[in-house]
């Protein structure tokens, strides 16, 4: 990390939100929640554990909710990672500020840093961390610029970085700058979230500190972020850390053009590029091009195919001349030759289309 912080692991812990059900990402998401799922190699929340423990924070809560068994399964007790890590799953869903304040029962802390769990992110937490402490703020958010604010929370600030309001997704932001899921909190301000209800630290705790007259800072940077929300930004984000633009020490591998996991075949005449992932004994047939995708354990890819930009799920199957754009295929599902899947289209975990049973455009 960039800048020179002391961490303390007695005086500061991280909170790590993975409750989410990951509508969006569906059918993806419909055996495995989302930060479990396969990006450049391995699951995306072993990127973001990887930054937390380069930045120096050991212990580490995870906020669960949806699936949570599959968490404690992978990751157990943390110390693979260097970290000191539980599960704490929510009773019922408790939005990002009760499962905060759910999550950080038992931590004696007196500093907690808070990440969503879907932001692949090149954040400097220490550098987080150095703001809070030097303003003396209840709470710091880390703060991205961003092209179009509309869809994000928007935060403006003052000239010394003190957030003047927090406006959640509104039409007519006053600023680019946009809330980026990362926080730095007072223990003492977590535990005035109210407990046993659902709250949003964004639409509730963050605005209800501002009216109290708390202060709260922004720490505003331009450095790689992106929310793993949607198929398209998962696919992006695999392909970034496969190339080496997104920051990461849990790539399994080097980054370059393409990514092999081991069993992987695929024939000389094939082509990989653009940051492709090619999961545990994969076979990819001859003449196939493979373009900024993520091909999971166990799929298989005929001869002559094109898969660009697209998802295919583990142990799935794509026939002979078959081409897929911009598209996600589930969990074992099969797609004869000859069909095209373009521009968004969803197949679902196990489902069958025969050869040639589903095109955009004419052919044979």
Avoid at 119 to 147: K, Q
Avoid at 185 to 212: H, K, Q, W
Avoid at 232 to 251: C, E, I
């Amino acid at each position: 990390m960039g800048v020179d912080v002391p961490i303390d692991p007695d005086a500061t812990a991280a909170i790590v939100l993975v409750g989410g059900q990951g509508s969006r990402l569906r059918p993806l998401t419909v055996n495995t929640p989302k930060p479990m799922l396969p990006t450049a190699g391995v699951p995306f929340l072993a990127h973001l554990l990887s930054r937390i423990a380069a930045a120096g924070i050991r212990r580490v809560v995870l906020g669960t909710a949806y699936r949570a068994e599959v968490f404690e399964s992978y990751l157990g007790d943390g110390s693979a990672l260097g970290l000191d890590l539980v599960c704490r799953p929510e009773p019922e869903p408790m939005g990002t500020g009760g499962g905060i304040r759910h999550a950080a029962q038992g931590l004696e802390q007196s500093e907690i840093v808070v990440f969503n769990g879907d932001i692949l992110s090149g954040v400097d937490v220490r550098a987080v961390i150095g703001e809070h402490r030097r303003s003396g703020a209840e709470a710091a958010l880390h703060l991205v610029r961003v092209p179009d604010p509309t869809a994000f929370g928007c935060v403006p600030t003052d000239a010394d970085g003190r957030v003047l309001a927090f406006l959640e997704k509104t039409l007519s932001p006053p600023t680019d700058q946009v809330n980026a899921g990362c926080y730095v909190f007072r223990r003492d301000v977590i535990d005035r979230i109210p407990p046993g209800r659902p709250v949003s630290v964004e639409r509730e705790t963050f605005p209800g500190l501002l009216a109290d007259g708390a202060r709260l800072q922004g720490y505003v940077e331009s450095s790689y972020w992106l929310d793993l929300g949607t198929p398209a930004s998962y696919v992006r984000g695999s392909a970034d850390l496969v190339q080496g633009a997104a920051p990461t020490s849990a790539l399994p591998g080097p980054t370059g053009t393409a990514l092999l996991l081991p069993g992987a075949q695929v024939a000389a005449s094939a082509s990989l590029t653009d940051g492709t992932t090619v999961g545990a004994n994969v076979r990819i047939g001859d003449g196939s091009r493979v373009s900024g995708s993520v091909l999971m354990d166990g799929a298989v890819i005929g001869h002559g195919a094109v898969i660009e930009r697209s998802v295919i799920g583990p142990g799935a199957s794509i026939g002979d001349e078959t081409v897929i754009r911009d598209a996600v295929v589930g969990d074992g599902a099969r797609i004869g030759a000859s069909c095209e899947l373009l521009a968004g289209v969803r197949i679902w975990p196990g489902l069958v289309i025969p050869d040639g049973g589903l095109r955009f455009s004419g052919g044979a």
